[in-house]
């Protein structure tokens, strides 16, 4: 079509256009934008061509009389019906590249998307590596945020825990969220999918070559929208296989025995992890919140009175704050661990150990 | 009152029955004080927007957070959008309705006076409102401008105050297109029909429509939020039984046909400029009032345009991909007209002209840009990234305010009595050109590459372009500074301005002496 000659040198320079493609998606949705660019660019060169010649010679200035026509049902036909057909050139490649887009039939994996203020999880569902689910959180620590350290390479696209997928296989993503609208969005795989509580939408990337990929939350979500990266990693099929077994020993090895009885000093410092993960960017990891809208947990009443009140508000959040609910998202004892934690943390002292069979207990009713 | 001889002596007995000070501006009905009004008001409220525009590109000079926390940032964005579009841009066109349409028809004063007294004084209390929510606990609303559920239902009272101003606000501008609607239709002079009206009037008698239309399905958006934060209703909260996706819907459905309620008037005001300085009439005036009407139906049937990511059905993207098309045939239709227009005319560069082809030039990138975005596939790309942000900058920007100031500078001497000073005039023009692209057009660049839209932080990736555009902004947003002074030079004094300054002007207005005096056409001129 001669447009891949004119793409592979526009695409020299990426910055002034889309992410290089890694999908076949991509390189039609390239290959149409770039169609679509130059043909307005065309024309527009054209109309104000006309209109800039109409400027520099029939001017007062150079002595240009007016002349005294004011309508010309020839010509205005004609412009009326020539953009028909140029529009019609245009639908053309648009409507075959979003039939394609949307055919999320016979996936080779799919992965449930499940986006929270703010972190992504994700969950394999069916296909190689099934039962795996992880959530995924930003890693750029917070000092490069706040200037007080040098920025990384990767500055606000890092996570700790990537989507791994194998190169060359259908992986349809199912979208969803727990609290807001998200958007889970990888420019180099095309793919963009509103994530809506209550909702399962779907989408759907084939990667033709393997490598990081990186993208962002796109719609807007909050106070933290703009720190939750999507990082997807295409491996070969044997690197998959090599992940997934990892990751399925991982999992095992890290389940909780639910009935286990902790003392304090080996469950608060696993509350400070789960802390920093899930609670820190909205209480602060000294505790004190950023009032009113996210209150201090530093001296709190909730948290220094009764434990079952507590408890009820991690598990069921507060509905009309920002104050999520994570019974889906924390295990007992990650729960346990978090309240025990924020109960003996700052100026808390309350020396009380919540176990995990107390959350298991409350969860019951 | 109109039938009385006389009317000139008639008119200078009323100016002392008038309050004077601050009761004047109060309690008047008259049509150009509160034109006038209405245009300080949306001037003041494009300086508010405008700092806060400040506030968000100041945040994203650089990479890492250094002006404002992110929720702050969030609320920069939010108010920014709603002040600019319902406290500045429609109200600054109302304010060139109430001051020209009865000048242009013929007619002694809008139909309904003391409505119209009302419709501007609402506006301050929601001013109020929308820019003191920033004070409350837990801060303004920060969902962004489209006000998407479930987030609304997350914050702080600032929402519910910005809730109740887009209700005031919303009531304000349909009672004035009530009035704009019934002066048009009732009020012109003898012998004015419809075809022969100036193509200003035109365009605001099919935009007031638009503005009947909408805003009450905008004021049920609204009110749905209200009751789902407050009453336990869940229309938009699945675990109740509703739909988030709904919202959005209602929401589009009125706010593409807004995207037109701020565009078209400035369509009718460079309908009007273009062939004053091209001494030459416009060329294809029925057209135009066809093309504009498509325009306006059009506009209720392509909403979802703003959703492709939801997850639409194929069918319906298909659709409103080729919907949205469509819209490019009757905007091409007045781009050829006003070039057209200006083809083998005798063209000088006021001010006015040259804001208006800037207008025209600007417009039309941003019409292609949209182009570009209705395809579903690329917009799926493109959706709620700095190239949505850049494309409705050049159609709202270098579109509604290039063309409200080709407006101003053009009727100031009508309005005034004076000729304002060209020379700053111009360099406002090209001041505000420059510094225009160099903030907005990088932008396309950054949505490209992937920078989503309302983050306060970015990778570093973007930081060149990021750094260039805050830099054009603050050059544009002082620039402005240039015609506030232009503006008080005007009323103060200057070269006395003729009943018609402009040698290619058309229309009743140039008819009246300049200044124009406090009551014009008691008895209505007749048309040939």
Redesign the interface.
């Known amino acids: 079509m001669g447009l891949s000659l004119l793409s592979g040198l526009v695409r020299a320079e990426m910055k002034f256009n889309l992410q290089e493609p890694a999908t076949e998606l991509g390189h039609k949705v390239y290959d149409l934008h770039l169609m679509m660019t130059i043909v307005c660019g065309v024309i527009f060169v054209a109309v104000f061509g006309v209109m800039f010649w109409s400027v520099f010679v029939h001017r007062k200035s150079a002595g240009h009389k007016a002349a005294t026509f004011h309508e010309s049902t020839t010509v205005e036909i004609l412009w009326t019906i020539v953009p028909v057909f140029i529009l019609l050139g245009m639908a053309w490649p648009a409507t075959k590249t979003i039939l394609a887009m949307r055919d999320t039939s016979n996936p080779d994996i799919t992965i449930k998307v499940t986006g929270y203020q703010w972190k992504w999880g994700y969950d394999y569902l069916k296909g190689p590596g099934e039962g795996i689910s992880f959530v995924s959180n930003l890693s750029t620590p917070q000092p490069q945020v706040r200037n007080e350290a040098a920025k990384g390479g990767e500055y606000l696209l890092e996570v700790d825990n990537e989507l791994v997928v194998p190169v060359g296989k259908k992986i349809r993503i199912l979208t969803t969220a727990n609290d807001v609208i998200h958007a889970w969005w990888v420019p180099a795989l095309a793919v963009k999918q509103d994530a809506i509580p209550g909702f399962i939408r779907d989408t759907w990337f084939r990667a033709e070559r393997t490598g990081t990929f990186r993208g962002q939350c796109a719609e807007l979500c909050g106070k933290e929208h703009g720190y939750m990266p999507v990082v997807v990693k295409v491996v070969s099929d044997e690197e998959y296989a090599v992940w997934v077994e990892g990751k399925q020993k991982a999992m095992a090895s890290a389940a909780d025995d639910p009935n286990k009885v902790y003392a304090l000093p080996e469950l608060a410092p696993r509350g400070e992890k789960v802390f920093a993960a899930n609670c820190a960017a909205c209480h602060q990891a000294n505790g004190k919140g950023l009032p009113p809208a996210f209150p201090p947990l530093d001296g709190s009443k909730v948290v220094l009175g009764p434990q079952d009140e507590q408890i009820k508000v991690l598990l069921n959040g507060r509905p009309g704050t920002a104050m999520a609910s994570f019974k889906g998202r924390l295990s007992d004892t990650e729960l346990a661990a978090v309240i025990t934690y924020t109960r003996n943390s700052w100026s808390n002292a309350t020396g009380e150990v919540i176990q995990p069979s107390d959350i298991k207990m409350a969860r019951g009713e | 009152m109109a039938a009385i001889p006389g009317g000139a002596d008639h008119a200078h007995d009323h100016a002392h029955d008038q309050p004077s000070g601050i009761m004047r501006w109060v309690t008047t009905t008259n049509h150009k004080d509160i034109g006038s009004m209405y245009l300080w008001f949306s001037f003041a409220m494009f300086i508010v927007g405008g700092i806060m525009a400040l506030v968000i590109r100041a945040e994203l000079f650089q990479?890492?957070?250094?002006v404002v926390?992110?929720?702050r940032f969030?609320q920069m964005t939010t108010l920014h959008g709603l002040i600019m579009v319902f406290g500045a841009i429609m109200p600054a066109f109302v304010g060139f309705a109430n001051w020209m349409i009865p000048l242009m028809i013929g007619a002694s004063d809008m139909a309904f006076a003391r409505m119209n007294n009302w419709s501007f004084w609402l506006l301050p209390p929601a001013a109020i409102l929308l820019s003191t929510s920033l004070l409350v606990?837990?801060?303004a609303a920060?969902?962004?401008w489209t006000l998407?559920p479930?987030?609304t239902?997350?914050m702080?009272m600032g929402m519910d105050m910005a809730i109740f101003a887009v209700h005031i606000l919303g009531i304000s501008s349909i009672m004035g297109s009530i009035n704009i609607v019934t002066t048009i239709l009732n009020m012109r002079a003898p012998g004015m029909t419809l075809m022969k009206m100036p193509l200003f009037c035109w365009t605001w008698l099919i935009t007031a429509y638009l503005v009947i239309a909408v805003m009450p399905v905008l004021a049920g958006a609204v009110t749905m939020i209200l009751t789902d934060?407050h009453f336990g209703t869940s229309f938009f909260?699945?675990?109740g039984g509703g739909?988030?996706?709904l919202y959005q819907h209602i929401f589009w459905f009125f706010g593409h046909p807004e995207v037109y309620i701020i565009a078209i008037p400035a369509f009718g005001v460079v309908s009007q400029v273009i062939p004053a300085f091209?001494?030459?009439?416009?060329?294809?005036?029925?057209?135009m009032v066809y093309a504009t009407s498509s325009i306006a139906i059009l506009s209720f049937i392509v909403w979802a345009h703003h959703m492709y990511?939801?997850?639409m059905p194929?069918a319906g993207?298909?659709y409103f991909?080729?919907a949205t098309?469509?819209i490019?045939?009757p905007t091409?239709?007045k781009?050829?007209n006003w070039?057209?227009?200006?083809?083998?005319?005798?063209?000088?560069?006021e001010t006015p002209m040259l804001f208006s082809?800037g207008f025209?030039?600007l417009f039309?990138?941003g019409g292609?840009s949209g182009?570009?975005l209705s395809?579903?596939?690329?917009d799926?790309?493109l959706?709620?990234?700095y190239y949505v942000v850049a494309h409705f900058h050049y159609v709202m920007v270098a579109g509604a305010l290039f063309s409200a100031y080709a407006g101003a500078y053009y009727w100031l001497p009508k309005w005034t009595g004076h000729m304002y000073d060209e020379k700053l005039g111009k360099l406002h023009f090209w001041l505000s050109i420059v510094f225009f692209n160099m903030t907005f057009f990088v932008q396309h660049?950054l949505g490209?590459?992937?920078m989503?839209?309302?983050?306060?932080?970015?990778?570093?990736?973007f930081a060149e372009?990021n750094m260039i555009s805050s830099i054009g902004a603050f050059g544009f947003g002082l620039s402005q500074l240039v015609f506030l002074v232009v503006a008080l030079k005007c009323i103060r004094g200057g070269a006395k301005a003729s009943a018609k300054p402009w040698d290619?002007a058309e229309g009743l207005e140039w008819t009246v002496p300049s200044p124009a005096p406090h009551h014009t056409f008691e008895t209505p001129p007749v048309i040939k």
Request: net charge positive; no cysteine; charged share 10%.
């Open positions: 990479p890492g957070l250094q926390d992110p929720d969030n606990p837990g801060g920060a969902s962004g998407y479930p987030l239902v997350q702080g934060r909260n699945a675990a739909d988030p996706v091209s001494r030459k009439p416009l060329f294809g005036y029925a057209s990511t939801v997850g194929v993207q298909l991909m080729f098309m469509l490019a045939i091409g239709v781009v050829f070039v057209a227009t200006m083809w083998r005319g005798s063209l000088t560069f082809i025209l030039f039309t990138l292609f182009l570009v395809m579903t596939a690329v799926v790309q959706h709620d990234t660049f490209l590459a992937g989503p839209r309302r983050i306060p932080d970015y990778a570093l990736q372009f290619g």
